[in-house]
């Protein structure tokens, strides 16, 4: 009797081992399905906002990542993005998805799971009421070589400026740096132990030691990289009969060099990818890092100093504001070359680079001047 009873039992054991082999079985096919690029959108508190979801196996398992930022014209969402788990029920024929790790979590949002349909390359469900569509292999080969193009073109062009204002091998040097930089920011975690947590932590303290510094070399010598423009219609003011002289006015102003607007944009959007990356491993704050770059890793930081800075009505920031006196000579000649007046004015502009709530500024203030004092009229 013990024996029949042991058979039955193993019989039992046997049966519900094959059943949950032939589940497993069906539910990788559907998985592998599901394996791809998609993207589309979907809603939540936020409104509709846009989602990049790449389906990947890992180790046996199937995972996700869920990528959201806004949709063209928009801005009612921030960006964000965490891993998933991915499992398919071949009873109800749905997929779900399940965040459980942030890669960037902005404030106040949490995972958004799904659960739908696969029809054709269309993935959909009612949760959030997604739906994104699948993106082929060529179409996410071709973005990649644009995406290469673009930074090449970026680059290029950042090192072709640079060689106007700076000499040829420190211009070399920052745009390697530069290269360097903008092509390494990245979010690996390398590990939870604390050893590996210590390692992680030095590549990004020498990220941003490297960004800082090549703000800095940049800025240092950058020299003077202004234009003067002025017109050539001066009009004629009050005569003084007794000093015999004139008034004269014409417009001149003194403005940024337009290779320096554009190395000074590049560069602040380098330090902004930079704190968005570092924002998105989790571990700034742990890290002593949470106030970067207004605390920075080096004293060549240019966001550590705290100054007053935008003019009238401005307020206080954390920057760098440079301010550069020039001092301009005019000279008046009749029509025999003759110097009949002379007088010097002085223009100040200045520009600023400076830090607020994690958003990055760059501001120019020209100088103008529009009338001189009287100049010696005699023939």
Known sequence: MKKRLFLIIALFVSSLTTVKAQFNANSEEFLRKLVGVWEGSYSAGQGETGLTLTVFEEGGNFKATFDFYNLPSKNNAANGKYYMNVSYNTSTKRYSL?????????????????EGTLTGNVFSGSTYDFRVIRI?????AERMEETQRQNTEVIERFYSNLATILNPTLAKKMANLFTEISTNIINENIGTNAQNDVTWRKRWVKRLTDTENMFNTIFSNRGRPYILFYSTDIKQGKINYQTETIELSTLLNLRMNDNWVDILDVALQTVKAMDDKLQGTGRRSDWGLNDWPNTGVSQTNPFRNTYYGGGIGGTTRHGTQWKTDFTIVFELLNDKGRVIGRQSIELSPFFEIYCNNRNYYGKFIESFWVHSPPLGARN
């Open 136 to 140: 082929d292999e060529v179409a996410i």
């Open 98 to 114: 399940i965040g459980y790790e942030w890669i960037k979590r902005p404030r106040n949002y949490g995972f958004a799971d799904l």
